[in-house]
């Protein structure tokens, strides 16, 4: 009988174990395809913004913020410190150490229930990615049979690197790199002994010891790692006191640390429709914009809009003029059309609408260079006489009535015959008309459409800048004539590298318009509008600058568009809702001052800016008319004769000069 009662204890037991053994597999089988996720680790990862100089300027990302970092690149230290406090015999292991779960059972029957578990890393690893963190036997079970198999698949490398990379550190941060970032404003080879402690003793309870909520708490948790890597004698008895005296800088960021958000927001605009994982893809996004000249452009229009916000005698009640009063500043490098700073508002937080790449405004004046570079092109010199007169033009409007217009000069005055240099110099609309006239209208719509202009009229409108345009694409207008001849398109994005270190590099888009020697004739008129024209106020000491004003019909749109040697600049102001300004708001007046603020600013920091404007050697200077002058092959010394017939054509007219 007892042997029957062995044998049937016996063959019980195999049959449990048998059982056990099957429902283990079985078990293991609804779970396997779990481990995938953790061998094949494809995290979300932070898309992260940096300046031309390596300046951080703002993270993106879609539920957690998180910035991969190789274990080859993670201090030794970190490890020391991860297994000193959470898993003493990790390399010694398989993934499970039973003597701590024997301990843990212990426990557990003394207190019936559970109290305490005996997790590695590894099973707080697989915990962590694929199961949930309730105290269940079988999640335990789960987890145990997930963490053995783990072993076999990574070495225990791999395991930290993608336990340091995956873990919750408290304030928003997934990773330890993304934690010493922003907790510290550190990579993790600039960690002190205690702030590397204060990290790896966050995962325990991140949301409880999270130093920027509980610093006390933190700082004894990052005590008990120290004390035990002292215990261990991972580390010597002065490092353990230092690391027990420090108390650490904590830093209380934001996650997306948007330091130039209008800049921002138009990378993002320009990738979301082509890079589909743009919040997730752990992107590093290099751009050509200089921090330190985006701060400076900020002040700077900021600097402008006191200005006239000063000027306005009934600033806060409806009586106000400057109600919805807003601007813009942009600015580009001549020879690469690279943005190195764009600021589309006064007030990020009040207004994200970007006014340097969203809206439309009207450039009034500042379009008249365009109409005189055409002229120059034809043979026109900068010392041509033109018709500062007036005359009387009909029209039919769209529903047929016939209309008359007399434009003026902004003076209300007349010059009879004007040097073509000075009508430019001070913003002549009547020998600006004139002049479109003398060359056609067909020919200058040709010739803008040809720059790049689009929505033009094609009337006579088009030379007092009758037509819409953004300051991006005005700034690339612009180009013409700060890059000599070769427009450039404005581009902000330099360079996108992904998680897998491969790069796309960006490089600028140019087109041939013009002649070098040509368009330092249009520099050199632009460059007395600065000195003694329109522009004065944008001057600044010990650079040479050259630049256009422009301001609409009732003062609605200010405007300064103008460059140095190596950058090029343009500011717009105006109301949101297109009401009029003073009228006293010009461009000189209301957007010459940002211009000024800026290149003041920039040139004290950057004494190697370029300051002088280089003359082409097919330019060559001649006295006529007892001025010192400019010609080139193509603009030639005017014959006196022309004079003499432009001379007549004035007599004629000079019945309808008003």
Request: contains cysteine; proline residues 4%; glycine residues 6%.
């Amino acid at each position: 009988m007892i042997k029957k009662f062995f044998k049937a204890i016996f063959i019980l037991g195999v049959l449990t174990g048998i059982g056990v053994f099957g429902w283990l597999l079985f078990l293991y089988s609804q779970i396997r395809f779990d481990i995938e996720t953790i061998v094949d680790y494809k995290p979300r990862l932070t898309t992260q913004f940096y300046d031309r100089n390596g300046v951080h300027l703002g993270n993106i990302f879609k539920g957690e913020h998180r910035v991969f970092v190789k274990y080859s690149d993670i201090p030794p230290r970190v490890t020391e410190a991860l297994v000193a406090i959470e898993d003493t015999n990790f390399f010694e292991h398989n993934g499970l150490n039973f003597d701590a779960i024997a301990r843990a059972i212990i426990k557990d029957i003394q207190a019936m229930k559970l109290v305490e578990g005996a997790s590695t890393l590894t099973q707080q690893l697989v915990k962590t990615m694929v199961l949930t963190r309730d105290k269940k036997i079988i999640r335990k079970i789960k987890e145990a049979l997930l963490s053995l198999r783990l072993e076999t698949l990574l070495t225990k490398e791999e395991i930290l690197e993608r336990y340091l990379n995956h873990v919750y550190f408290g304030h928003g941060y997934y990773g330890i790199k993304t934690a010493a970032k922003g907790y510290f404003h550190k990579e993790l080879h600039q960690l002190t002994l205690k702030e590397i402690a204060l990290l790896v003793g966050l995962p325990r309870a991140p949301s409880f010891y999270d130093p920027t909520r509980n610093l006390k708490y933190s700082l004894i948790r990052a005590n008990q790692v120290v004390n035990r890597m002292e215990k261990l004698g991972w580390i010597s008895q002065s490092e353990y006191e230092v690391a027990i005296n420090e108390r650490p800088t904590i830093y209380d960021d934001t996650l997306t640390l948007n330091k130039a958000p209008y800049l921002l927001d138009h990378v993002i605009k320009q990738l979301k429709n082509d890079v589909s994982d743009l919040y997730t893809g752990g992107y590093k996004i290099t751009l050509t914009a200089d921090y330190e000249a985006q701060k400076i452009a900020k002040e700077a229009l900021l600097h402008a809009y006191d200005k006239i916000k000063k000027r306005d005698p009934h600033p806060d009640s409806e009586k106000s003029m400057t109600k919805t009063l807003n601007g813009a500043i942009i600015t580009i490098e001549n020879d690469t059309g690279a943005i190195l700073s764009m600021v589309g508002g006064i007030d990020y937080k009040q207004s994200n609408f970007n006014r340097a790449t969203q809206s439309i405004r009207q450039p009034g004046s500042a379009v008249k260079p365009f109409i005189y570079q055409v002229a120059l092109d034809l043979g026109y010199s900068t010392a041509s006489n033109l018709k500062d007169i007036g005359r009387n033009y009909t029209y039919r409007s769209p529903d047929n009535e016939e209309k008359s217009w007399q434009p003026r000069n902004y003076e209300k005055n007349f010059k009879g015959l004007i040097p073509f240099r000075e009508a430019l110099v001070h913003s002549r609309n009547l020998a600006t008309i004139n002049l479109t006239n003398d060359m056609g209208l067909d020919l200058l719509y040709k010739e803008l459409k040809r720059f790049g202009f689009e929505n033009i009229p094609y009337d006579l409108s088009i030379t007092l800048g009758s037509f819409g345009i953004s300051p991006i694409d005005f700034s690339h207008m612009y180009t013409l004539f700060s890059n000599k001849g070769i427009m450039v398109k404005p581009y902000l994005i330099a360079s996108i590298e992904d998680r897998n270190n491969q790069k796309i590099i960006f490089e600028k888009e140019e087109r041939y318009i013009t002649t070098p020697e040509q368009t330092y004739l249009m520099t050199s008129i632009l460059n007395d509008v600065v000195t003694r024209g329109t522009g004065r106020i944008a001057d600044v000491k010990g650079i040479d600058i050259a630049g256009k004003t422009g301001t609409t019909n009732d003062n609605i749109d200010a405007w300064f568009c103008g460059y140095t040697p190596s950058m090029q600049t343009l500011v717009w102001f105006g109301n949101d809702d297109n009401t009029p300004m003073f009228k006293s708001e010009t461009g000189g007046r209301a957007a010459g001052p940002a211009f000024q603020y800026f290149y003041s600013n920039w040139i004290q920091s950057h004494p190697e800016t370029p300051r002088e404007f280089i003359k082409p050697k097919n330019v060559f200077e001649q006295i006529y008319n007892g001025k010192l002058e400019l010609f080139t092959p193509t603009s030639k010394v005017p014959q006196e004769s022309s004079d003499i017939e432009i001379q007549n054509e004035y007599l004629e007219n000079k019945g309808v000069i008003f």
